[in-house]
């Protein structure tokens, strides 16, 4: 279940109690709270799972997983790392957990770039930016790889620049797709 969704039901239920509490006692909260709960999972159970994804929603996933995981948990913390000797929020930073977490990811850019390589011609445009982008998303992967950074190490030149632009001619594409 995606974080919106869950934010969204978690709003309902905040929602539910708040105009159950504005009727009699009959129940108790926690009795309600339980109702709420339950129906809750018997919708979501109910929801059918064996709908196919469309290619503009798995699109949309793939542009989140480029801000969350590969930029907010990988590129952007090692690039302060690197300057600051912290993570992006001025947090103290595991650099080797960081860059174990950001392997595991790249896992999962490489069914990315499968699925976008397989797309049909209609989506040319996006498979060309993709190119560009999974490319820089390996450069800058190879090379933390062979170069580990060192905190606050004036030296060690991490260029974020291309990441950026790709991936937000990316992004501008996947919301293009959204209009059509």
Not at 65 to 71: E, G, K, N, P, R
Not at 80 to 109: A, N, P
Request: proline share 2%.
């Amino acid at each position: 279940m995606g974080l919106r969704k869950r934010h969204y039901l978690l709003f309902l239920l905040v929602f539910i109690l708040l105009i159950a509490g504005c009727g009699g006692k009959e129940k108790t909260d926690e009795e309600k709270l339980a109702e709420v709960i339950q129906e809750h999972l018997g919708n979501v159970a109910s929801t059918p799972s064996n709908e196919e994804p469309t290619v503009e929603g798995t699109l949309r996933e793939i542009n989140k997983f480029l801000t969350s995981d590969i930029w907010n948990e990988g590129f952007v913390n090692i690039s302060w790392y690197v300057k600051q000797g912290t993570g992006s929020t001025g947090e103290t930073l595991d650099i080797d957990f960081t860059i174990e977490r950001l392997g595991k990811t790249m896992v999962k850019k490489k069914e990315y770039d499968d699925y976008i390589n397989g797309l049909n011609e209609e989506y040319d445009g996006i498979k060309q930016v993709w190119t560009k982008l999974s490319g820089e998303i390996d450069r800058l992967y190879a090379q933390i790889q062979a170069n580990p950074p060192v905190a606050k190490d004036d030296n060690y030149d991490f260029d974020t620049g291309l990441y950026q632009q790709y991936k937000d001619a990316f992004s501008d594409d996947v919301k293009a797709l959204q209009k059509r």
